[in-house]
T-cell receptor, first 114, second 115 residues
């Protein structure tokens, strides 16, 4: 079956512009995660969706970042008014419950803010 | 709070030699522990995981790791390195409690294989 897919694979934008990053999780996976990988910060958690529960947004670095998950499947991470420090690889992962289940990662979206 | 420490940001071993990548964790609850590998320009791939069953865990590509509670360690080993093992390796921890499944990663170890 298909794995986690993300689009676009690469995105170059100008400072101040908004960007949307998309994640298609593995079918049937109820949990979806966004992580960010950058040279300065390593791999860091951003946000977590589980079923119909309120998302865990504790990792979002600022109010310029938001995410939604429609219909319990596809998720979009939106970064408003992008800054150069937002340049990173954004990784999406999905898993099934219970806790401890493997998180399967997509290939990531490489974002460059000029 | 959970955290992971990976000793050695860069490790080099000769082809055929033992690979040892170190990981120590800190967790207030019994943890789940994972090792992921990342090849250049790719996402993360699970090597193995510990979820409170056997303390010696075998994974893909000949890797294994041993959970040692007394040492709060989960070191990754492979008896004989191959050139294809060159990649970056991440140790990660998640909690047992519902709603705490997010992974906390170490800073990664880049493994270089010397021919």
């Amino acid at each position: 079956g298909a794995g986690v897919s993300q689009s676009p694979s690469n995105k170059v934008t100008e400072k101040g512009k908004d960007v949307e990053l998309r994640c298609d999780p593995i079918s049937g996976h109820t949990a979806l995660y966004w992580y960010r990988q950058s040279l300065g910060q390593g791999l860091e958690f951003l946000i977590y969706f589980q079923g119909n529960s309120a998302p865990d947004k504790s990792g979002l670095p600022s109010d310029r970042f938001s995410a939604e998950r429609t219909g319990g499947s596809v998720s979009t991470l939106t970064i408003q008014r992008t800054q150069q420090e937002d340049s990173a690889v954004y990784l999406c992962a999905s898993s099934s419950l219970p806790a401890g289940e493997t998180q399967y990662f997509g290939p990531g979206t490489r974002l460059l803010v000029l | 709070a959970q955290s992971v420490t990976q000793l050695g940001s860069h490790v080099s071993v000769s082809e055929g030699a033992l690979v040892l990548l170190r990981c120590n964790y800190s967790s207030s609850v019994p943890p789940y522990l994972f090792w992921y590998v990342q090849y250049p320009n790719q996402g993360l791939q699970l090597l193995l995981k510990y979820t409170s069953a056997a303390t010696l865990v075998k994974g893909i590509n000949g890797f294994e790791a041993e959970f040692k509670k007394s040492e709060t360690s989960f070191h990754l080993t492979k008896p004989s390195a191959h050139m294809s093992d060159a990649a970056e390796y991440f140790c990660a921890v998640s909690g047992l409690n519902f709603g705490n499944e997010k992974l906390t990663f170490g800073t990664g170890t880049r493994l270089t294989i010397i021919p």
